[in-house]
């Protein structure tokens, strides 16, 4: 959305009105002026995330000062983030001021970024919140000549250079990155510099190019907390090809570049876990022709891991389609061409987002790249295989309805699994469940990667389960984190519980207890304890542990180790040992 300052503004007073909203607070390190940018962000996380932000604004040029003061203002203000916006001809003015005179400018680039590397570690370490640094851009007042492409140390290049390692520096420091320089490059350096503003008041950038990153900044925020939608779901005629199916005919049907590029957009943000859906109004049988045999159709019958293409109501049929999923309406957009489709989808879906396509087919791809809801952070391997395992599932509920009792069906899946303790290769994974996971999740809490990497650090006991039946592999779906803390009274409580939507009834929760109780006995432990904290999203599982045998003692729930478990005998359970013994253990 593209706002001017006045409509920030205003938008701006409206959440000062606004009550009962929790506050969010953010921290601004910076080497130039950009007050302006606050306006933006505020707003943008407000629409984003439904928190008002309070902000810290670090003093011009101070971000060092800053950053060493341990009990400076900065740390006293406790920020959730900390933004840091530091242009690389301040970290290293002599390469930009004096690039003909220097020697070895690339060596000066690459000291620079180090010393400011280690500043943003000395941070991440004294800092309670997460960090977020803009990357950087080559200057506007950078002196450039055809002489610069040349050279592997020209300007654009030692900018380039700067990028690559501060990125290689990330796994060490456990800081996100911002990128400006993409910002930069959308918007076209004549509409993101301001020289006027530089030249008065050391305030680089427009406006506009504020408002661009405080949307890139919201986003990647909303990334860091797993706040990603889940599912788009499509409409067919004149949104997927140009043409209407039932009135044209499959030949008559024109799927273009345009239209084409569209479903290549679509097919990328699918290959990172993005599920695809179809609601049209149409005869299935004609649809489902066109996109199983149309020799110009990308998208095909596999891509999409559920579909109703009827003539009800819309609203309807998204609603089926979550339910279908098993995803809230809240992790669903949903693209069609039609206004009253969109008004209606609106009305009475307000959780969905709804985009509507506004007619000019070449538009449409750039649109669809740009999906700031699906932004994302990190990549594994059960994203990859999303779609397909909800594939999977609808073989399985055709096995179920073929099965004379729940217990037989249960038996026919040959389900296996495997518990082990989280590993550097997993630990990403495991973070990004904690913050998708709604249904199936005792506790709710959320953990970034370097959350669940201090917890473990500090001698939690992270455990993953991977799941598998006689249709395949569903991948790493499960998580417990047990707070060892208490381990001298010989007892652990659960902080963490959850399973994935994917593998749900299926009594995979009684073996993965079964297979902690059993850890626990080994241990030397007593007691575990676990707490249900009720949301909006779990009431699914506010009977869990009394189902599991557990006992109500005040607010929480406790087993006694001693009594035994009986974990399903269908359920293969594997357990990897630790490579340390776990706390408590005697």
């Known amino acids: 959305?593209?706002?001017?300052?006045?409509?920030?503004?205003?938008?701006?007073?409206?959440?000062?009105?606004?009550?009962?909203?929790?506050?969010?607070?953010?921290?601004?390190?910076?080497?130039?002026?950009?007050?302006?940018?606050?306006?933006?962000?505020?707003?943008?996380?407000?629409?984003?995330?439904?928190?008002?932000?309070?902000?810290?604004?670090?003093?011009?040029?101070?971000?060092?000062?800053?950053?060493?003061?341990?009990?400076?203002?900065?740390?006293?203000?406790?920020?959730?983030?900390?933004?840091?916006?530091?242009?690389?001809?301040?970290?290293?003015?002599?390469?930009?001021?004096?690039?003909?005179?220097?020697?070895?400018?690339?060596?000066?680039?690459?000291?620079?970024?180090?010393?400011?590397?280690?500043?943003?570690?000395?941070?991440?370490?004294?800092?309670?919140?997460?960090?977020?640094?803009?990357?950087?851009?080559?200057?506007?007042?950078?002196?450039?000549?055809?002489?610069?492409?040349?050279?592997?140390?020209?300007?654009?290049?030692?900018?380039?250079?700067?990028?690559?390692?501060?990125?290689?520096?990330?796994?060490?420091?456990?800081?996100?990155?911002?990128?400006?320089?993409?910002?930069?490059?959308?918007?076209?350096?004549?509409?993101?510099?301001?020289?006027?503003?530089?030249?008065?008041?050391?305030?680089?950038?427009?406006?506009?190019?504020?408002?661009?990153?405080?949307?890139?900044?919201?986003?990647?925020?909303?990334?860091?907390?797993?706040?990603?939608?889940?599912?788009?779901?499509?409409?067919?005629?004149?949104?997927l090809w140009k043409g209407i199916v039932g009135e044209d005919g499959p030949d008559g049907l024109e799927i273009s570049e345009p239209y084409r590029q569209f479903q290549a957009q679509l097919l990328k943000w699918n290959k990172t876990g993005v599920l695809l859906a179809l609601c049209s109004k149409n005869n299935p049988d004609d649809a489902l022709s066109v996109i199983r045999g149309h020799p110009d159709m990308l998208l095909r019958e596999e891509h999409f891991a559920a579909w109703r293409i009827n003539w009800e109501n819309k609203a309807d049929n998204i609603a089926a389609i979550a339910n279908e999923l098993n995803i809230g309406l809240d992790s669903l957009i949903f693209i069609d061409d039609?206004?009253?489709?969109?008004?209606?989808?609106?009305?009475?879906?307000?959780?969905?987002?709804?985009?509507?396509?506004?007619?000019?087919?070449?538009?449409?791809?750039?649109?669809?790249?740009?999906?700031?809801?699906?932004?994302?952070?990190?990549?594994?391997?059960?994203?990859?295989?999303?779609?397909?395992?909800?594939?999977?599932?609808?073989?399985?509920?055709?096995?179920?309805?073929?099965?004379?009792?729940?217990?037989?069906?249960?038996?026919?899946?040959e389900m296996t699994v495997k518990i082990a303790p989280v590993s550097q290769y997993t630990l990403t994974r495991a973070a990004q469940m904690t913050q998708k996971t709604n249904q199936f999740n005792l506790t709710t809490k959320r953990y970034t990667t370097e959350q669940l990497q201090r917890l473990s650090d500090s001698g939690a006991l992270i455990l993953t389960l991977e799941a598998a039946d006689r249709f395949g592999q569903s991948g790493l779906t499960g998580l417990m984190i047990l707070d060892t803390t208490r381990a001298v009274e010989r007892v652990w409580e659960i902080d963490t519980f959850l399973l994935s939507c994917r593998i749900m009834n299926r009594e995979i929760e009684r073996a993965f207890m079964g297979a902690v109780i059993g850890l626990a006995a080994k241990s030397g432990v007593d007691i575990l304890v676990g707490r249900y904290i009720p949301t909006a999203k779990n009431v699914p599982v506010k009977d869990l542990y009394a189902g599991l045998g557990f006992a109500a003692v005040n607010d929480c729930w406790e087993f006694r180790v001693a009594k035994g478990f009986a974990a399903p005998d269908y359920i293969d359970v594997s357990m990897e040992p630790q490579s340390s013994p776990p706390p408590g253990s005697c």
């Open 1 to 239: 959305m593209n706002r001017s300052l006045a409509q920030y503004l205003q938008a701006h007073q409206k959440i000062a009105c606004s009550e009962n909203v929790e506050a969010l607070k953010v921290a601004v390190l910076r080497s130039f002026s950009c007050e302006t940018l606050e306006t933006a962000l505020a707003v943008d996380l407000f629409e984003r995330l439904k928190a008002r932000p309070i902000f810290f604004r670090g003093g011009y040029n101070q971000y060092a000062q800053e950053i060493l003061n341990s009990g400076g203002d900065l740390y006293k203000f406790e920020p959730d983030y900390t933004l840091i916006l530091v242009n690389l001809e301040d970290l290293c003015p002599d390469v930009f001021d004096c690039y003909y005179d220097i020697t070895e400018p690339a060596l000066r680039i690459d000291q620079a970024v180090d010393e400011f590397a280690s500043l943003l570690a000395a941070l991440c370490q004294t800092v309670k919140g997460e960090v977020i640094a803009a990357n950087f851009t080559t200057p506007f007042l950078a002196h450039y000549a055809a002489y610069h492409a040349q050279r592997p140390d020209g300007l654009p290049n030692l900018v380039a250079r700067a990028n690559l390692r501060l990125a290689g520096r990330l796994p060490e420091i456990s800081v996100h990155i911002l990128d400006l320089g993409e910002t930069i490059r959308r918007l076209g350096v004549e509409q993101a510099y301001a020289p006027k503003l530089f030249m008065l008041a050391r305030n680089p950038y427009s406006f506009q190019a504020y408002a661009a990153l405080s949307q890139q900044a919201a986003g990647l925020i909303a990334a860091i907390l797993g706040r990603r939608k889940k599912c788009i779901v499509l409409d067919l005629d004149n949104t």
């Open 338 to 413: 039609s206004q009253f489709e969109c008004g209606l989808v609106r009305e009475a879906l307000p959780e969905v987002e709804v985009i509507q396509l506004d007619g000019d087919a070449a538009r449409h791809a750039d649109m669809a790249k740009n999906l700031t809801s699906l932004d994302f952070i990190h990549l594994t391997a059960e994203d990859r295989l999303r779609t397909a395992e909800y594939n999977v599932q609808k073989q399985r509920a055709e096995l179920k309805m073929r099965s004379a009792d729940v217990n037989s069906y249960l038996r026919s899946l």
